[in-house]
């Protein structure tokens, strides 16, 4: 109880609790001056005082408001506070501006701790151009950038702008060595750029045929011994030398290419080999060419050097040597995969597409070509040596054939045999060509409708139509999609004048084969027969796409637009045929007839005298010349083409009536008198001349006059007595001779013909002197009949032959007519 203090009445149980500390006073803060100047600047921070007695610094540090005076706060260890001021100094508050703040934040600013409110960032500074790296640099791009424009350029055909750029390379490269020279870096020369520079230019020269230039930059190239394995530019010079034919230079650089390239090298090396092999040939000298390719084919066997190696053997006339030499060629490993993996043999259909894919690309695109290749290079070599090898081609042939039978090319047998057959056609034994032939009937279908497409062609070339029709069924039966096959059954429809059935074979063959020449060649023809001018020129002008440079074809074109009435296309149709071949007379003939039926007679004159003198058997032509000469009175001109045509047709009175009809215009009386005898001599019925004789003895006073008077009226009751028997003969056979008259060969032939025929007899007729013989004679007389310009195969069909038979040479003399070149 001692303990216990009862509590006084005065005392207050809840006294002290409103009363506080006047620093903790944030009300006023606001409205202070001073406090708010201290945030903001840290104005008023006295300096810290140094502690001079140990101990707490608790004791020396009163407290500050800003109702006192501010003291200076100083740490433990006499160091200022974070933001006292020194001396008066405003220090900033380091301590939070990560956090955004600044000792410049002014009241109401927003919070921007990344910045963004100053606005964009200044600038980057530009690169200096100026400096001599930079220079070097830009130097070197455009260098680059000029050798891909100079190869991109070669690479489209434009080999004239790619030398320009070469060049323009070269220079600035060139300049680029010297501005490294002038900074002092001539020691980091790129030698790779300047290789490339030199070899470009030195590719483009050579590719614009500038030979001297290719091969000065060649060597420039080779004698730098900065350039490491330059010396292999040695086989680009010798392929220089070799275009340019100087063989022994180029045997030269080849071998010296051959010695500076190591054996690991081995591809290149029978490159090389190669070419000198060739260059051998080229020489003549056989023995060592084929030394070199019998070399290559003992280390590395192909197709090209075996095929090089028969022909200088065939070349020898070594047999032996030759039948190894083909032995070794079908030996020859191509190196391709079998047919029979582009053959789908499973139902999973992922490996189907993968087998769709692969059989049409690139790759086996190429294994195509290499095969075609080497069956082409078999032929042709079977062919070559076949007559060579034994005593007679038939035991060639047998030989190639077994040996072939035995070789991976086991279906080129049967092209053997075809070839035989055909060696057969060239030696003129039809009989063994056919028994040939007809051995495939009985062979498998392929085989079978080559060999009956070119029996049908033979029996078609012998106007043997009814065997050409059955042949061409055969072939058709064995092959529907043989074009030639086809071409051939229109054919034999086409000389039976059944023009629309003929137009559907031919179409049918287009449809197999649009690039079948022969088949748009005679639906042109077809439609031209049908009347279908506009069809017909279709046909040609898409065929003039493909041949650009056959005759026959712009000259069906020409012929076309005539009939089309526009004779100003069809001059230029037949100037481009002259283009082609200057020296055909019918063209240049017709040509001539053109501008005379134009009315230019100068432009005719000229076109009928240039076929004049590339064929003076024309005489048509001669007849032209010579109305020309004496229409233009220059009758001792046409005399010269009278006497031509006397020539020619030597039993034709009226060429030599002309002759005697220009002595006597031209007045010399005596020389027309002495013609008009010797006519007289020849025809002496002929009632023209006995006029003639009569009337120059009377104008002469010659005595034989009343002897020819005489013979006048014998002559013409003789030609009364021939008229009225003629007359009463046609009386007779008037009617059946109408009826055979539709049995013409080519209406729109004959059409042509009887026009020119009238034209020239008009215009000889319309010459002076209308009394004289030839003048008076009918048109009958004038025996003129239109020729086609390039021949009688103008208007024939195009014969479909079998394309072994098309490559052959054969075809290329004998049937010439009736194939279109490829």
Known sequence: MENVHLAVEEDDLYSGYNDYNPTFDTEELENDEGFQQAVRTSHGRRPPVTAKFPGSAIGTRPLATSFGSRLPLTSSMGRPITGAVQDGAARPMTAVRAAGYTSTLTRGATFDPLGQSRGPA???????????????????????????????????????????????????????????????????????????????????????????????????????????????????????????????????????????????????????????GVVFVRMGQYSNAVT??????????????????????????????????????????????????????????????????????????????????????????????APAIETSFVTGFDWCVDMVKSSQYVELANDLEINKAITYLRQKDFNQAVETLKTFEKKDSRVKSAASTNLSFFYFLEKDYEQADRYADLAMNADRYNPAALINKGNTVFVKRDYEKAAEFYKEALRNDSSCTEGLYNLGLTYKRLNRLDDAL???????????????????????????????????????????????????????????????????????????????????????????????????????????????????????????????????????????????????????????????????????????????????????????????????????????????????????SSTKGERLSAKMRSLPGSNEPYEASSPKELDASYVDPLGPQMDRPKTGVKKRVEDDDFADEELGDDLLPE
């Open 538 to 752: 279709d046909c040609f002008l898409k065929l003039h796409a493909i041949l650009r440079n056959s005759a026959e074809v712009m000259f069906q074109i020409a012929s076309l637009y005539e009939l089309l009435e526009d004779p100003q296309q069809a001059m230029e149709w037949l100037m481009q045929v002259i283009s082609v071949a200057p020296t055909d007379p019918q063209v240049l003939a017709k040509l001539g007839e053109l501008y005379d039926a134009e009315g230019d007679k100068s432009q005719a004159f000229q076109y009928y005298y240039e076929s004049f003198r590339h064929f003076p058997s024309n005489i048509e032509v001669i007849e032209w010349l010579g109305a020309y000469f004496i229409e233009t009175q220059f009758c001792e001109k046409a005399i010269h083409y009278f006497e031509r045509a006397t020539l020619i047709q030597p039993s034709q009175v009226k060429w030599q009536l002309m002759v005697a009809s220009c002595y006597r215009r031209s007045g010399n009386y005596q020389k027309a008198l002495e013609t008009y005898k010797d006519v007289h001599s020849k025809f002496p019925e002929n009632v023209e001349c006995l006029r003639f004789l009569i009337r120059l003895g009377k104008d002469m006073g010659l005595n034989e006059v009343q002897e020819y008077t005489t013979k006048l009226k014998k002559a013409e009751k003789m030609k009364e007595l021939k008229e009225q028997r003629v007359k009463s003969g046609r009386e007779g056979s008037g009617r059946g001779r109408r009826e055979n008259s539709g049995g013409s060969a080519d209406s729109s032939h004959s059409s042509s």
């Open 292 to 385: 070199s390719f019998e070399h290559i084919m003992s280390e590395s066997p192909n197709i090209k050097t075996g095929f090089n190696l028969i022909l200088c053997h065939y070349a020898v006339g070594d047999r032996e040597r030759m039948k190894k030499a083909f032995q070794k060629l079908i030996s020859v490993p191509l190196g391709i995969d079998d047919e029979e993996k582009y053959i789908s043999t499973s139902d999973d259909p992922s490996s189907n597409m993968v087998i769709e894919a692969i059989k049409n690309d690139k790759l086996h695109q190429m294994e195509r070509d290499i095969k075609a290749l080497a069956e082409k290079f078999i032929m042709t070599a079977a062919k070559l040596i």
């Open 122 to 276: 200044p600038p980057l500074e530009g690169k200096n151009e100026d400096t001599p790296e930079e220079k070097i640099k830009n130097l070197e791009k455009k260098v680059n950038d000029l050798l891909k424009d100079s190869c991109m350029a070669q690479s489209v055909g434009n080999l004239q702008m790619a030398l320009e750029k070469a060049k323009e390379a070269g220079r600035t490269e060139r300049g680029l060595m010297r501005l490294r020279e002038q900074t002092g870096n001539g020691d980091q020369i790129n030698v790779d750029l300047t290789y490339s520079v030199l070899l470009n230019l030195a590719n483009q020269y050579a590719n614009n045929e500038m030979y001297p230039e290719a091969l000065n930059s060649y060597q420039a190239i080779v004698k730098n011994k900065m350039f490491s394995n330059a010396g292999r530019l040695k086989v680009n010079m010798a392929n220089i030398y070799f275009k340019q034919r100087n063989y022994p230079k180029a045997l030269k650089f080849y071998r010296m290419a051959l010695d500076q390239i190591s054996n690991a090298h081995k591809e290149m090396r029978i490159k090389i080999m190669q070419n000198i």
